[in-house]
């Protein structure tokens, strides 16, 4: 086969379509079908390859063009904060990088393995390193490959069982087979018109059908929420500008009038058990003495209004001794002191506050990662947007609303923690009746950012089967519901609300109790193979 593929065009040719198809394959556009052929030009690239180094240059144009092409919004073309930007671009150009690791592995198995062998092991590959790309600070997991399924949820309900890596598994399976027929029929050791032409291809299409029949078997009790007690929650979208909110201007009272307009006008609806604001919609430390006035102003309307109040908002923690290396020092003082993004629910007629801290950063854009190793970097990078380098949290909070006689408990995720599924699912083993989500997204605009956001959330919502209440700063707030449908969406930079009710579920699917097994089960597998490799000698490289 090498003698049809030569050129450095046709390299070029092969990287930039595998990175086009892979893009259009996420949202904001309502299909992934493209995610199903998209890596059949880059098996092709693959075994054009003539060492490291050329494989390495290849599969970084692969996916800096599907970087590109999914998060060019992150560096907030439509604000005007500097670091922001300078982020965002540095993101998209390092990030395909850590793409490269599984393409040099799978060049390294092509090296020591045959066709079929190399592409059985390049799943195992690829789930590897989306799972372990999710662990540390400086993870990204924006761009799992089973986040390109969202539009089509009917067809994905096995990932309560195998979380969102048995989606990438089943995509990246497909293209791998779908690349061995072609290959195998462009050697002509397949004719097309012929027994094992049929028997392939209709093996080729029952991978494809089984994992949709088991999902539609799934989906045989798809109205059983219906049968668990439910909360009314009301999700207010205030819609104010993520960049203008922290100066001065309004005082802090008045921006807190504000936003409270939209509870008030959700409470003269049907009673509510619940109002959702986004995150840090208060953007001041109101929990701080300075702000007494306007924390006994707020205590005292929920007071009186007698619904509950969830919302984002900026809290300290101050230390006097025993203080992580990334606090910042009270200078000629032996006080430091940490800033985190967080949330809180506020009871009626209830004197504690519960609060909830955020744990998973948005690397660079909220927080240096391993700030605690570099601290000198505190002072030296920072934004001038908000509040720069949020601490860390080590919450496990999960919110107890027992207003109006029930017992709803809620976890309060905040934006980019939508993206960890199994820091997600520990929520639900403690008792988390469903999820809320509140986030901020108008950081980047009316660009296909938020709206991935929200789609990536659906898979949440079917993994441990919890409904979902998604409250956006500029939108888009929505419902989930535990099979991962999306109902009640906003419209992107709107004031408004929507109210909707909310299934209160208990029980654990197997991915809750398991989390990220199957992905564990891959490694392994990969491990073996790689082993192997270092016993194989013998080079098989066609």
Known sequence: MGKYFYSRKQNFILAVLTGILLALSFPPIPTGVTAFVALVPFFFLMERMKSAAQAFRFSYVTFLFFNFGTVYWISGWWGNDPWLKVAGIAVNFVHPLLFTLPSLFYYLFRRRYPLTISLIAFPFIWITYEWLAQLPELSFPWLILGNSQTYDVEKIQFITYTGIYGASFWVVSMNAFLFWLSWEFLSMRIKLASWRAIIYVGFFLLLFA???????????????????????????????????????????????????????????????????????????????????????????????????????????????RDAPPSARKIAGSPYSYLTYNSSFLLLPNKPEVQIYHKSRLTPLSERIPYLDAVPFLQNVLSWGVGISNWGLGEDTTVFKNTAHGKNANVWAMICYETLYPEFVSGFSKRNANYFSIITNDGWFGNSSGPYQLMQYAAMRAIENRRNIARCANNGISCFIDSYGRITQKTTFGTRGCIKGSVSLRSGLTFYTEHGDMFAECCAIVFSIFFLATIFWRHNVAH
């Open 210 to 320: 089984v994992p949709q029949v088991v999902s539609h078997l799934l989906m045989k009790n798809e109205d059983e929420d219906a049968e668990y007690a439910s909360v009314t929650i009301g999700i207010a979208q205030p819609n104010v500008d993520p960049y203008d909110k922290w100066n001065e201007g309004e005082t802090p009272l008045e921006k807190l009038k504000e936003l409270i307009s939209l509870y008030d006008s959700i409470a003269l609806d049907a009673r509510s058990d619940l109002v959702l604001f986004p995150e840090t919609a208060i953007p001041f430390l109101i929990m701080q003495p300075s702000y007494e006035t306007e924390w006994n102003w707020l205590k005292h309307h929920v007071d009186s209004v007698g619904i509950p109040l969830l919302s984002g908002f900026a809290d300290i923690v101050w230390f006097e």
